[in-house]
């Protein structure tokens, strides 16, 4: 049994939800916060078996996207600098990872 942990943009985790589920996975939604980027990202949990896990990378893949955000960017205590311009970031639409689990348990 493998556990796979995704950071999603949260412009596409409706999207990644809803094939996830369709393609027969459960999967846990957990809200997070995090410090640059402005549209935020959800963490998703999904408890596979080890052979279904790069059919779902493979899903993960097909519904995100990557795009380029724009970000304020460094603050600073000068008058007219250029660091507070906004900055164009690239944005990966998830970051998985793959744990082993133990024991799994339904109760």
Do not use: W
């Amino acid at each position: 049994m493998k556990l796979v942990m995704t950071i999603i943009s949260n412009s596409d985790v409706e999207k990644v939800l809803s094939a996830v589920a369709q393609n027969g996975y459960f999967a846990t939604k957990i809200s997070t916060t995090g410090q640059f980027l402005v549209d935020g990202h959800t963490a998703i949990l999904i408890g596979c078996e080890e052979e279904r896990v790069e059919k779902l990378y493979t899903i993960l893949k097909e519904n995100v996207k990557k795009r380029v955000v724009k970000t304020p960017g460094v603050k600073s205590t000068l008058t007219g600098s250029l660091l507070n311009q906004e900055i164009d970031v690239e944005e990966y639409g998830a970051v998985a990872f793959t744990l082993d689990v133990e024991n799994f348990q339904k109760f």
